[in-house]
């Protein structure tokens, strides 16, 4: 697992919610409940992010930042 910060993280998150690029970062967000995906190069990146159990392949731009919801708590 690489580079997950948080505001407020509870391990189960931390276990289900992660990136496999160094390269990259994930930022997650208490007051709002967003994750932020980031590219901290001046080169595209390749990435795989796992959002609470789910994986996808993501393309970043250089220095991109995209946004993604978080799951909701039923």
């Known amino acids: 697992m690489y580079c997950l910060t948080t ?34 190069t001046n080169e595209p990146q390749e990435t795989v992010l796992t959002l609470f159990g789910k994986s996808e392949t993501i393309n970043l731009k250089p220095s991109e930042i995209r946004w993604f919801g978080v799951k909701d708590d039923e």
């Open 7 to 40: 505001a407020h993280c509870k391990e189960s998150v931390e276990e289900e919610t992660f990136t496999s690029n160094p390269l990259t970062e994930l930022n997650g967000y208490e007051t709002n409940p967003m994750w932020a995906l980031v590219n901290n």
